[in-house]
């Protein structure tokens, strides 16, 4: 397994069969490529995970990644949000992906994270480097965000970073953290649900750029992401 395809694994939502594949997570996080330090922290995060009752498992993913926007990954949701400039982001992300032979599920989202990764896996180095690159705005966001609430998925986040052509500034984007409104109190989730409630009409979000589960289904150029 390649590390671009563990990542996206490790971050994509835990079903049960991925406790049946330790062996082959721990192995892949022992990638002789990595330095000593992150191999050890990519390592730690595996078997944490393995540790973790399933359950507990997935509901730690839902509070992580399923309240609020912030810490979405779906990439497009950190750009566009509702508006409907994501549709035609969607349409050209699949024709992208369709250019090189990967074709998606009906109900696949082309923007999330994991199943980006997993396209990505099949591609050449310098190809990597330079989507990663595209996206590494958003992802250096989540890296913050996840060190800001403690949560362990930040190691992975930075991995990315790591691979990526041209990296932000992590320290400006952890001050900017900081300073962020949280947005996955039961407070916050209550006023966006309140404030979706009454957009109707012409300005209503097209609802066939929202998720329709938790988690998709697993499975060039960059594509033109802009902060």
Same mark, same amino acid.
């Given at each position: 397994m390649s590390l671009l395809k563990l990542i996206g694994v490790l971050l994509d939502y835990p079903d049960d069969a991925l406790w049946q594949h330790g062996d082959e997570l721990l192995a892949a996080a022992a990638d002789p490529a990595l330095p000593a330090a992150r191999r050890k922290a990519l390592a730690g995060f595996v078997q944490g995970l393995l540790d973790t009752d399933p359950l507990t498992a997935q509901d730690a993913w839902l509070q992580t990644f399923d309240r609020g926007r912030s810490m979405s990954l779906l990439l497009f949701e950190h750009i566009h949000g509702e508006s409907r400039d994501r549709g035609q982001a969607m349409v050209d992300l699949i024709e992208a992906y369709r250019k090189q032979g990967f074709e998606l599920a009906a109900k696949e989202l082309p923007d999330y994270l994991p199943l980006l990764l997993e396209f990505l896996a099949q591609r050449p180095p310098a190809e990597v480097r330079?989507?990663?690159?595209?996206?590494?705005?958003?992802?250096?966001?989540?890296?913050?965000?996840?060190?800001?609430?403690?949560?362990?998925?930040?190691?992975?986040?930075?991995?990315?970073?790591?691979?990526?052509?041209?990296?932000?500034?992590?320290?400006?984007?952890?001050? %900017?953290?900081?300073? &962020? !409104?949280? =947005? *996955?109190?039961?407070?916050?989730?209550?006023?966006?649900?309140?404030?979706?409630?009454? %957009?109707?009409?012409? &300005? !209503?979000? =097209? *609802?066939?750029?929202r998720p329709n589960t938790h988690r998709p289904s697993p499975s060039t150029a960059a594509p033109q992401v802009q902060p």
């Open positions: 330079d989507w990663l690159g595209h996206i590494s705005h958003i992802v250096g966001m989540l890296a913050a965000r996840a060190g800001e609430r403690g949560s362990p998925s930040q190691v992975l986040f930075e991995l990315l970073l790591e691979l990526a052509d041209g990296k932000p500034d992590l320290t400006v984007l952890r001050q %900017r953290a900081s300073e &962020e !409104a949280r =947005d *996955d109190t039961a407070e916050a989730m209550d006023r966006l649900w309140e404030e979706e409630a009454v %957009r109707f009409g012409a &300005e !209503a979000p =097209d *609802d066939s750029c």
